[in-house]
């Protein structure tokens, strides 16, 4: 069974960091791309980043280009976003995704992590 | 970027209902399209992919259809079990984006 498990969310004052991680388990960590995707409080969905299967090659939605930062550990099966700079208007629940495929460009997130909590406020 | 447009923002319906939602992008994006479920307090749910292929698990009772630039989804016999808000995804480029999302009601 596909588990993706989060951990990280918290209250956070505008300008600060965090850094969310998502533990996978169930499948080749390493054969297919991760996604985060976020939603605001009664909003839809937000793509913010993704990463290729190897590590190599990422991308960062405008919104959050320069500010935050996705990356993988392999040896410990861990997704990473490291958010600096926050701003009110990043809160949101966070989502970790699993993608279908190794490629980053094939956005079809076929699991998905239970979301976590972040609050930007003074 | 390549924007969608997903209609109706929300929905009323019947237990045994066909349900349909429409999702139009502003530019072609071939069949690269997905659609995901959404309960309330939970995370999405991959239920269509490609456009028209069920993702493994899903009830045969939805589908989708459509390439270029308009497609459907449809719910042929709407269950209780299906309140939830449901958005199509483009990924023929990134970034990835979301339709704004149509919350299904009984």
């Known amino acids: 069974e596909i588990q993706l498990l989060q951990s990280g969310g918290a209250l956070v004052q505008p300008g600060g960091s965090l850094r969310l991680s998502c533990v996978a388990s169930?499948?080749?960590?390493?054969?297919?791309?991760m996604n985060w995707v976020r939603q605001a409080p009664g909003k839809g969905l937000e793509w913010v980043s993704a990463?290729?299967?190897?590590?190599?090659?990422?991308y960062h939605a405008d919104s959050v280009k320069g500010r935050f930062t996705i990356s993988r550990d392999k040896s410990k099966n861990t997704l990473y976003l490291q958010m600096n700079s926050l701003r009110a208007e990043d809160t949101a629940i966070y989502y970790c995704?699993?993608?279908?495929?190794?490629?980053?460009?094939?956005?079809?997130?076929?699991?998905w992590g239970q979301g976590t909590l972040v609050t930007v406020s003074s | 970027d390549i924007q969608m447009t997903q209609s109706p923002s929300s929905l009323s319906a019947s237990v045994g209902d066909r349900v349909t939602i429409t999702c139009q992008a502003n530019?072609?994006?071939?069949?690269?399209l997905n659609w995901y479920q959404q309960r309330p307090g939970k995370a999405p749910k991959l239920l269509i992919y490609?456009?028209?292929n069920l993702e493994t698990g899903v009830p045969a009772r939805f589908s989708g259809s459509g390439s270029g630039t308009a497609f459907t989804f449809t719910i042929s016999s709407l269950q209780p079990e299906d309140v939830a808000t449901y958005f199509c995804?483009?990924?023929?480029?990134?970034?990835?984006?979301f339709g704004g999302g149509t919350k299904v009601d009984i």
């Open positions: 995704a699993k993608s279908a495929s190794s490629m980053m460009v094939v956005v079809v997130l076929d699991s």
């Open positions: 169930g499948f080749t960590f390493t054969s297919f791309a």
């Open positions: 990463i290729s299967g190897s590590g190599e090659t990422t």
């Open positions: 530019h072609e994006i071939s069949i690269y």
């Open positions: 490609e456009a028209t």
């Open positions: 995804q483009q990924y023929d480029n990134l970034p990835p984006l």
